[in-house]
């Protein structure tokens, strides 16, 4: 059965390796669904990892359906991974009603070229799981991470099962709440392949900052934080 580790750290990826994972999925900022890492990221475990690599392509948080030029951001990181040879690409496009949008799909998969391409889990969004199935297949989908559409994948169990016996063509991996104590669970329900993180939190300062960085109200799932026009140029005006 074939381990994937999302990774979202250098070390994290190390970890993998160490462990014996088979596969990881590279991304940054776990706490929002994952973003692309950077360039120093990607530099980084290209150099130092050896297992294969897949990279997450998703320019930011909130939903999967995005704008012209987020669209080129993507294929533009699309063509860094395939120049510094990494295994394959996880990523994909849903249209605002979180129906697949088969044609950026359909794109991006042939940006990535030669690279293996993973549906990501935009597809636990979608409202007709079966039919989006046979639709990413046509396209081309190597495979599909997915929680069952549910907070978990055991939870999701049961979808996932159908989906798996649904199409041989196309891998289902399970992802999300998976760890040491249900990961057989998914062996003997047949899986080829499974996803986690399996992260744990180091504490790194000595005090406990007196003013946090992080903020929750930034964190939407249908929505996204872009910079206000007209509040933007009023404080200009105030100030020049």
């Given at each position: 059965?074939?381990?994937?580790?999302?990774?979202?750290?250098?070390?994290?990826?190390?970890?993998?390796?160490?462990?014996?994972?088979?596969?990881?999925?590279?991304?940054?900022?776990?706490?929002?669904?994952?973003?692309?890492?950077?360039?120093?990221?990607?530099?980084?475990?290209?150099?130092?990892?050896?297992?294969?690599?897949?990279?997450?392509?998703?320019?930011?948080?909130?939903?999967?359906?995005?704008?012209?030029?987020?669209?080129?951001?993507?294929?533009?990181?699309?063509?860094?991974?395939?120049?510094?040879?990494?295994?394959?690409?996880?990523?994909?496009?849903?249209?605002?009603?979180?129906?697949?949008?088969?044609?950026?799909?359909?794109?991006?998969?042939?940006?990535?070229?030669?690279?293996?391409?993973?549906?990501?889990?935009?597809?636990?969004?979608?409202?007709?799981?079966?039919?989006?199935?046979?639709?990413?297949?046509?396209?081309?989908?190597?495979?599909?991470?997915?929680?069952?559409?549910?907070?978990?994948?055991?939870?999701?169990?049961?979808?996932?099962?159908?989906?798996?016996?649904?199409?041989?063509?196309?891998?289902?991996?399970?992802?999300?709440?998976?760890?040491?104590?249900?990961?057989?669970?998914?062996?003997?329900?047949?899986?080829?392949?499974?996803?986690?993180?399996?992260?744990?939190?180091?504490?790194?300062?000595?005090?406990?900052?007196?003013?946090?960085?992080?903020?929750?109200?930034?964190?939407?799932?249908?929505?996204?934080?872009?910079?206000?026009?007209?509040?933007?140029?009023?404080?200009?005006n105030a100030v020049k």
């Amino acid at each position: 059965m074939l381990v994937e580790v999302c990774a979202n750290s250098l070390q994290s990826a190390i970890n993998a390796q160490e462990a014996g994972a088979d596969r990881i999925e590279l991304c940054s900022e776990l706490a929002v669904g994952g973003i692309t890492p950077s360039y120093g990221l990607l530099k980084a475990v290209r150099e130092k990892i050896t297992i294969p690599v897949n990279v997450l392509i998703r320019p930011r948080s909130g939903d999967f359906s995005f704008s012209k030029d987020e669209f080129e951001i993507m294929k533009t990181n699309i063509a860094l991974c395939s120049e510094l040879g990494f295994n394959g690409i996880v990523s994909g496009a849903l249209h605002r009603d979180c129906s697949l949008d088969s044609d950026r799909t359909s794109e991006l998969i042939a940006a990535s070229g030669d690279l293996s391409f993973t549906f990501h889990r935009a597809f636990d969004w979608v409202k007709n799981p079966y039919q989006v199935l046979e639709q990413l297949a046509d396209l081309g989908v190597a495979t599909i991470l997915s929680s069952g559409q549910q907070n978990s994948a055991v939870l999701g169990m049961e979808l996932l099962s159908k989906l798996q016996s649904q199409n041989e063509n196309i891998v289902i991996m399970p992802g999300s709440g998976i760890n040491q104590n249900n990961a057989s669970e998914f062996k003997q329900k047949g899986f080829k392949a499974l996803h986690l993180s399996a992260a744990r939190f180091y504490k790194t300062l000595e005090t406990e900052p007196a003013v946090p960085m992080n903020s929750a109200s930034f964190l939407y799932d249908n929505g996204v934080a872009v910079s206000n026009l007209e509040i933007l140029t009023a404080v200009v005006n105030a100030v020049k």
